[in-house]
Each structure stands twice: as C-alpha cells, then as structure tokens.
C-alpha cells in the first residue's frame, strides 16, 4: 500500500521500526537525541548558530503554528495572510482565534504571488507586524517565492512567519538569508518522511528573547519553552514527548543525509510528480495547473466526466488496488489530488498510475 498523498506520506519500514523502543525523557539516551534532532531541524533550515535555534513541539502542524503566531506576534499586532489557498485561510483562522487581527490580500489563487502586492499591502497599513507566507500551499500545488516576499516584506520593515509544512526537507529553506523571518515552521511527517505527531520550528534568538509575554499561553509559548532549555538543558522537554515518534525523526533524518540531503529529495519527488502529470494525461484526464506552475509536491487534477464517477468510490477502487489518495477536495470546482512526496520512487508513482488507470478501465496511451 502506497500513500499518494501529500501528507500523512508512505514511510520506510526501518523509520517505523525506530518507534519499538521506550525512552525515559529525561534519560541520558534521550536528552542527546532531542538535542541533535533540534540543531539537525535548525541546520536544514539554513539556521545559523547563535542566531537560530530549532524546537521540537508535540502535535502536528497547526499547533506548531499556532505556537508561532502566539509567540511572535504582539497581542494588539496586525498579521497579512496573502490568500494563496486552503493552508492560507487556515493560518488565517488560527491567527485570529488567538484573537490577532487578520489582514487577508485577496489574490488569484492559480498563479505566482506577486511580492509587489504584497509591498502595496504593508505600505498601505503601518499597523501590520507581521506577513504569514504558506511557501508550498497543499491546496493549489503551487509552490510560491518566499524569498521574493520576503525581500518585499524585509523592505518594508515588517517581519514574516512561514508555513514551510509541506515543502521542508525537499523545497529550499534558508534562514540565513531571511533577516526578517521570525519563524520556520514544518512537521515530521510530510517532507522529512518521519511518523506524524511532532511539530517543528525554527525561530530567531533575537527575536524569542524580546517576545516572552505575547503568548497568553504556557503550552504554545515558544519563548518559554526556549528559556525552559536554557535553565534544564537543550535536550529537556517540558511536557512528556512523543520520545518514539523522535526517534523515527531520528532514523528519517538519517535517510535524508544518506539521500544527499533536500536538493536530492528534491529531485525524486520532482521526478515522481513528473511521471504523475504525464501519467494522469495519459489517462485522458486533465491536470488542474499548467506545468510551469505545477510544483513537486502535490498536484490537482480535474475529475473524470464518465457519468457515475465519484471521488469516494474511486478513493475506494484504489485502495483495493493498493493506492490511497486524498478522499476530498481542495478546490472550488471537483478535483482530486495526488501527492509526490513521501518514500516512494518514480517507479512507484509509474506503478499508480497505471492502478489509477485501471480503476478507470483505462489504460494509459
Ligand atoms: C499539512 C499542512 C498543514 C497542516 O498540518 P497538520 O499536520 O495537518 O496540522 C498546514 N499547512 C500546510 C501548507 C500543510 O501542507
């Protein structure tokens, strides 16, 4: 069974296997372990030493983010969230349950976003802090400069938060280079192919160590949380963790190093989402976005018009034939979506095409 979706991702079996292990979490096998994992995640995102330092939180990605926009943010500040897709509005619905106001810069949703629109939008109102930038939206498949903005933003005097959760480990990622980002975030189980449950972030010092009061919360203070390693220790937690669920980050990191780090992954999934788009238009069916826009990450693809056709018992159809997709849509018109991420090859992607193929009763041309 392959997962062909982007995120929960197939893992490899020696990644679940690194979970048949207890840990104590104040143990001397673990405290080195959460340590190195948290300066592994930092060094994948360009974090510099001394500026930069990585956390690992227990949930999945919303929670980390939200760890992020409490942190950072101050409690009266003004965040624009570019409405890029689905992942956009999400951050936008849990900046402003912390009660922060949202600013959202409608834009086309099947094209690049422009970092001239976004400059227009802070020139336009000095109130906003903060810009939170989805670099890989999971709705559209579209894989945006966060750089570009970036500069665009760090122009204008105003900070970013980025939700990197469906491109780090393979897109990208390079802190150094972003003075004006606050914080990184990602999870274990997209990317990086670990088992999901942790959260990941990567943060400036400068910037932790002047926001300690905004959170109004203890759990998803990662100001707290940072001077809480300081006094107990890099490796401490300061709730029980899911120390299994590390480890399997452990052993993923592991594989990501043995791969020939992100550049590489990059290029696999790359290629299996190349064999996915060729393979699904070999099939008579239509991909949703041009392939200049088409990331490596996830892609839409109109559904059939054969008349009876459904998503769910497609969904159905396929997973007795060993393939499982996403169950839902992204979009505002039907869609079905497939991911390239995970353990799988191009060979794997070739062989689900052909199960999509024979679910349809067709055979690719
Ligand atoms: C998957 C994803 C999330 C949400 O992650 P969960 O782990 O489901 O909470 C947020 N943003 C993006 C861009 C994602 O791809």
Redesign the pocket.
């Not at 999945?60 to 929670?63: I, N, W």
């Given at each position: 069974m392959i997962l062909l979706t982007?995120?929960p991702v197939t893992t490899r079996p020696e990644v679940r296997a690194a979970m048949a292990h207890d840990f104590a979490p104040w143990d001397d096998d673990f405290m080195p372990m959460h340590a190195s994992v948290r300066d592994r995640i930092r060094a994948l995102a360009g974090g510099v030493i001394g500026e930069h330092v990585g956390f690992v939180l227990q949930g999945?990605?919303?929670?980390v983010?939200e760890a992020a926009l409490r942190t950072f943010m101050p409690r009266a500040g003004s965040i624009l969230i570019p409405c890029t897709g689905q992942?956009a509005e999400?951050m936008a619905r849990l900046a402003s349950e912390t009660g922060r106001r949202v600013v959202i810069l409608a834009l086309p949703q099947d094209r690049l976003m422009d970092p001239n629109a976004v400059r227009a939008a802070l020139d336009a109102d000095p109130s906003i802090s903060h810009v939170g930038l989805?670099y890989?939206?999971?709705s559209t498949g579209i894989v945006h400069d966060v750089a570009a903005v970036g500069a665009a933003v760090r122009a204008a005097g105003r900070r970013t938060l980025i939700?990197a959760?469906?491109a780090f480990g393979a897109l990208p990622v390079d802190m150094a280079a972003m003075p004006e980002c606050d914080a990184v975030v990602c999870?274990s189980n997209?990317c990086l192919e670990a088992l999901p449950g942790l959260g990941f972030c990567v943060a400036r010092v400068d910037r932790l160590e002047r926001c300690s009061r905004n959170a109004e919360s203890w759990c998803f203070d990662l100001a707290d949380s940072y001077f809480a390693s300081l006094a107990h220790g890099w490796g401490s937690f300061r709730f029980t963790p899911p120390a299994q669920v590390l480890n399997s980050v452990r052993v993923a990191l592991d594989f990501l190093e043995a791969e020939g780090g992100p550049a590489s992954r990059l290029a696999r999934y790359a290629s299996n989402m190349g064999v996915l788009y060729h393979g699904v238009r070999s099939l008579g069916l239509s991909p949703c976005l041009p392939e200049h826009l088409q990331g490596p990450i996830v892609m839409n693809v109109h559904t059939p018009a054969a008349p009876g056709w459904t998503l769910c018992g497609y969904v159905d159809a396929l997973k007795l034939r060993g393939v499982v997709i996403s169950n839902f849509s992204c979009t505002e018109f039907p869609s079905m979506r497939l991911g390239a991420i995970g353990a799988i090859s191009p060979a794997d992607a070739q062989w689900a095409v052909g199960q999509m193929g024979d679910a349809l009763g067709r055979r690719a041309a």
């Open positions: 982007p995120g999945s990605g919303h929670f983010m992942y999400r989805v890989s939206e999971t939700d959760i469906s999870t997209k």
